[in-house]
């Protein structure tokens, strides 16, 4: 489909974003993310109107060889994938081939994308739906072919080899997906003339292979194998494997952990590799086929892994090296003569690619979010579910309004200009931002519980709190269905700018528990979040990850007994820092499998130090995890409060010992509600068991002797992109505790990591990633003189789901219909549009209209690098 030629010309003008310069950047009014850190993109910006289908979630692009086009391939959370071109001359995109993923077994793009030499052709990865496209490539794009590429194509090269013309594919899985995701051992040849596939060649291991690149004189291909912190070296004449080079070693997996993009020199002997968990450059030398160098692309010295380099481009004269870093919003510029960094780019959220011209002049960096953009349906830099509009029966041309991509188009800066640069890129990340240390008081509080809640904004259950910034007509849960909430609200510390940093639950997890997420997770959720490719083009393997689906050469950073899953981070989770620090922990439903019903034991865990023996007795068989027939206050806090009531007796028969673990976290999930779906509860119903849950929880706590030394932290894993007037990531967050019961309310901005970090530093553990590390803690919440009145739990009016006589959805109920064919048996498998509404109009009426999510990010005048 080619634009219409009245498409913007320069920048976002329909954001309200001019070019944005180095002398400009510092002191421009910015966007910020939901971690706080600001967005000031350099250079010019170039996408779509939210209104234009396509350009959703990029991940790969190429630059044509004449560098005046820019093909993208966009794997969004979305029904729509696509594949755009973009003129960088005339900064608007001339083409697109949608991908429909309800269509067949699911068309798709993932990542790989590559020209012909002319330009006139190009290749893109197919993903999912295990083919390479091929596109005719001229004033617009037309798919003009497909090869049958099983399974699951990632990274593609073009090369010229002994054999003449070549493209090499690398297989990410080995097979469909199932219940989970056969790793792939293989690499596809194609010859590019007759778009044929010429052979496969078996790498041995299979590790998920994932990017590609030749040597510079196409004698040799490098595959890096995502899972295996390795890369394959291929003989492109006999077209087989000469060796595996091993980036890290297993006794130091923090070196080159997750090895994705890949580049070749062209003047020099060389590859790198960029190492997603590790933040590191792997440099390879091509004579020998060993690595001569890492070095690490972090923004300064002692920083945590959660830069995440994921993409890499090489000047045409060999001598810089341009890092994306996905976690940092920026790229790192590398001196290959020296062969250390030189500085750092500001880009828009999360850069995915980038591409350097030919003659070296400009770069285009690809980002998942423009910046500036204030989508009014769908959070994030990438959309969800049924944010495209056409997906379900009540949607209308409101939703297709959503997130897009970018294309920052900057010019390779010079020396002085590189420095301005890297310092507005240190001010935006909030570098070097001030800590505030732990007060010495609160040395007292030696116990955090953590619960973890599903999916509510702020505005949707404390809206109608006077003393906070609400909407009280957003509200969806009042005092009938939450009194616990509000009162908790209204007696303790009131934290009403708090935004969670994950879209949804398969990141949303992670940044509750690790504070940060991988590449993995990063490039995979929103393809199992895809409408038409869920649970066919992959496994969900975000949270529990049996032992059978995890990498022997993935072990974890302080155990090389223990091994990961892919989307686990090296350095682990919050049990793993406990663990490694001899902090005690006990889990109750995270990361868990139930087996059973909601009160049979059998709830386990493989995933790291959990529920391993060796570690000691970690995790509550007998509480449920995710399942939405368990109830928060019948099922999940008795077992949970059968293990306290032991605690108690303990330290009654014997003072001298504390044997309540120092940390315990807790999932009690339910306000996630089961919709409008007919014979289930309402949602105000499962609202309410989940608040008389949290209640009586508080309760049984503050009325125990741990009281004096506890704090229970709370917060939602996501918020699921509901309605609130400041933003749809802002959420709900208590931190509970004698030093808090001050009815006060602190405006600061905060997010999931600082909840995190503050938990860390309450019990002394080291931050994980890069976020927790620079978060503002929340010690401004807290008082130096603690208020030791217990809280009484209060019994909600409506009645709670898993007490007799708890209403249920009739069959006339709003979208009954279609929450009805929803999956409620997987977080997030429903709908976060369709089932916000449904929430919505059963409680506001079948008539009513949902206003449209908000976002903003913007944290008013807020500096930068304001410190906490």
């Given amino acids: 489909m080619t634009r219409p030629s009245s498409f913007l010309p320069v920048a976002l003008v329909l954001a309200g974003l001019a070019p944005v310069t180095a002398a400009d950047a510092a002191t421009r009014r910015a966007p910020v993310t939901p971690s706080g850190w600001s967005i000031r993109p350099a250079g010019t910006q170039i996408s779509i109107p939210r209104s234009t289908p396509g350009f959703q979630g990029p991940l790969g692009s190429a630059l044509s060889p004449s560098g005046q086009k820019l093909l993208s391939v966009s794997s969004a959370a979305t029904r729509i994938n696509s594949a755009d071109l973009f003129d960088l001359r005339r900064r608007r995109r001339i083409g697109t081939v949608p991908y429909d993923s309800r269509r067949g077994m699911g068309e798709a793009v993932f990542y790989g994308v590559t020209f012909s030499p002319g330009g006139k052709r190009a290749w893109a990865s197919g993903g999912g739906q295990n ?89 040799k291909a490098y595959v890096t194998n995502w899972m295996g912190r390795s890369v394959s070296v291929i003989d492109t004449r006999t077209e ?76 045409p004269d060999g001598r810089r090296l341009y890092v994306a870093l996905g976690g940092e ?14 500085g750092f780019i500001p880009t828009a959220w999360n850069p995915t690619d980038v591409d350097i011209t030919r003659d070296g002049s400009k770069l285009a960096i690809t980002t998942a979010n423009a910046a500036g953009r204030r989508p009014r349906r769908c959070a994030g830099p990438y959309a969800v579910g049924d944010c495209t509009g056409g997906d379900l029966a009540y949607s209308s041309a409101r939703i297709r309004l959503s997130t897009k991509g970018g294309i920052n188009v900057v010019r390779t800066p010079g020396r002085k200009r590189l420095a301005r640069l890297t310092r507005v890129v240190l001010r935006n990340n909030r570098v070097r931002a001030r800590r505030a240390k732990k007060p010495a008081w609160l040395s007292a509080i030696r116990h955090v519980i953590y619960v973890v809640k599903e999916n509510r904004t702020y505005d949707q259950v404390l809206g109608d709190v006077p ?42 997890q ?34 529990h990850v049996d032992f059978a689906n995890q990498f022997f050469t993935l072990p974890l950073a302080f155990d090389r007994t223990i091994f990961r899953g892919a989307s686990a981070l090296t350095r682990g989770y919050l049990w793993d820092n406990a663990y490694h620090e001899a902090v005690s922990f006990r889990n109750y439903g995270m990361y868990t499998r139930l087996p059973g ?68 976290i807790l999932r009690l999930p339910n306000d996630h509600t089961w919709g409008t779906t007919p014979g289930r509860a309402i949602p105000e119903s499962y609202m309410a068991d989940n608040d008389l849950a949290l209640g009586r929880l508080v309760e049984r706590v503050s009325k125990s002797p741990f009281w004096p030394n506890t704090a229970i932290m709370v917060t939602e894993d996501d918020a699921q992109n509901g309605p609130d007037h400041v933003d749809a990531h802002r959420t709900l967050a208590y931190v509970i505790s004698p030093y808090t019961q001050s009815a006060r309310v602190d405006h600061t901005h905060y997010d999931t990591a600082a909840m995190v970090a503050t938990l860390e530093d309450l019990l002394g553990l080291p931050p994980m990633t890069i976020v927790d590390q620079r978060a503002t803690r929340m010690w401004k919440g807290f008082t130096r003189k603690p208020n030791f ?17 708890a209403p249920l959805n009739s069959r006339r109920a709003p979208m009954a219909a279609a929450s009805s064919r929803w999956d409620f048996d997987i977080e997030d498998a429903t709908p976060e549009i369709g089932l916000n509404e449904a ?30």
């Fill in 131 to 219: 083919v390479i496209h091929v596109y005719a490539v001229g004033k617009g794009l037309r798919e003009i072919g497909t090869i049958p590429t099983p399974h699951f194509p990632a990274g593609l090269a073009y090369g010229k080899t002994p054999r003449g013309h070549r493209i090499y594919v690398a297989n990410n899985l080995s097979g469909p997906a199932g219940s989970s995701n056969p790793p792939g051992r293989s690499v596809t040849v194609i010859d590019p003339n007759t778009n044929r596939v010429t052979g496969t060649i078996d790498l041995g291991l299979a590790l998920q292979p994932y990017g590609v690149t030749f040597s510079r004189r196409g004698s």
């Fill in 240 to 315: 087989t494997v000469r060796r595996r080079i091993l980036l890290s070693a297993p006794s130091n997996p923090l070196l080159a952990d997750h090895p994705n993009a890949i580049a070749a020199n062209p003047r020099r002997n060389e590859v790198y590799t960029a190492n997603g968990n590790s933040d590191t450059v792997s440099f390879i030398d091509t004579r020998r086929d060993r690595v001569i160098k890492t070095l690490k692309v972090s923004l300064v010295g002692g920083a945590r892994p959660g830069a995440i380099p994921n993409a890499l481009t090489v000047s």
């Fill in 329 to 342: 919003n920026a790229v790192a510029v590398v001196d290959l003569d020296r062969r250390r960094k030189a």
């Fill in 467 to 508: 003393k906070g910034d609400g909407d009280p007509g957003l509200v969806l849960f009042d005092e009938d269905s939450s009194p616990n909430h509000h009162e908790l609200a209204r007696r303790f510390t009131l934290f009403d700018n708090f935004f969670a940093d994950a879209d949804v639950s398969a990141d949303g």
């Fill in 510 to 543: 992670s940044w509750t528990v690790a504070a940060g997420v991988t590449d993995y997770i990063d490039k995979m959720w929103p393809i199992t979040y895809s409408p038409g490719s869920r649970r066919r083009h992959r496994a969900r393997d975000f949270e």
């Fill in 597 to 664: 019903d909601c009160t049979g034991a059998g709830n386990t865990s493989d995933v790291t130090h959990l529920d391993d023996r060796r570690f000691g007795d970690n995790n509550n068989e007998r509480f449920p995890g995710f399942n939405m027939r368990c109830s928060d206050h019948a099922q999940r806090l008795p077992a949970w409060q059968r293990d306290f009531d032991a605690y108690e007796a303990a330290y009654r028969a014997d003072p001298s010992k504390d044997p309540l673990p120092a940390l315990s």
């Fill in 789 to 805: 009145r217990p809280y009484d739990a209060i019994t909600p009016k409506v009645v709670p789901f898993g007490a007799a006589g």
């Fill in 839 to 868: 929430i919505w109009k059963s409680i506001h009426g079948r008539n009513s209209r949902m206003p449209d999510p908000r976002h903003e990010y913007i944290i008013g005048s807020q500096p930068a690098d304001a410190g906490g």
